[in-house]
């Protein structure tokens, strides 16, 4: 890091669900309160609302769901984190520690 730039590039961990949270949201959109539903009908369709009822939606059933699966997930990537964690910080973008 010099004195002109206070940043420095840092390594980053890409983690992706390996399920769609949407889906298991719409599968249990019954545990979301009859009001709610009557207002989001209004939003337009199933599908264009199903992101908002996943974030609506944290009731043990979806909650523990999600869980599962990170959990799940995790393990299943526990390799390529290991190897991210036991790497040794570079400091510097690849690139410019090329130049």
């Not at 539903?37 to 909650?63: H, K, Q, W």
């Amino acid at each position: 890091m010099d004195g002109a730039n206070p940043f420095r590039w840092i390594d980053v961990l890409w983690l992706r669900p390996s399920v769609e949270f949407g889906a298991i949201a719409t599968e249990l959109s019954d545990h979301v309160p009859p009001i709610v539903r009557y207002l989001m009908r209004g939003l337009g369709s199933d599908e264009a609302i199903t992101e908002l009822v996943s974030y609506l939606l944290f009731v043990p059933p979806f909650t523990q769901r999600l869980i599962d699966i990170g959990r799940r997930d995790a393990l299943d990537a526990k390799a390529g984190i290991q190897h991210f964690l036991n790497t040794p910080i570079q400091g510097k973008h690849p690139a410019r520690a090329r130049a």
